[in-house]
């Protein structure tokens, strides 16, 4: 049986301007961080600059938040 215990728990990530999420999300993401890697600056940098134009609408007066979400469960046997 599962059960689940806060179906939608609210995990928004906050970052204090676009180069400190741009710096966490380029290197954490493996996958990305490796393709960001075999890129030639100029196809990073036009990456880059439609990234800083599609995350507008998250800024706030403080940053940036990105809304996200988190589904918790916990199961066990009967």
Do not use: H, I
């Not at 906050?14 to 741009?22: G, I, L, M, N, T």
């Not at 990305?32 to 196809?43: D, G, K, V, Y």
């Amino acid at each position: 049986m599962l059960a689940c215990l806060q179906p939608n728990w609210s995990a928004s990530l906050r970052d204090a301007s676009f180069d400190a999420w741009w710096t966490r999300t380029s290197a954490l993401a493996g996958p990305l961080a490796r393709r960001l890697a075999l890129l030639p600056e100029t196809a990073k940098g036009q990456l880059r600059a439609r990234l800083q134009v599609a995350v507008q609408p998250y800024q706030t007066p403080t940053g940036f938040e990105f809304p996200g979400v988190s589904l918790v469960a916990a199961a066990r046997r009967t």
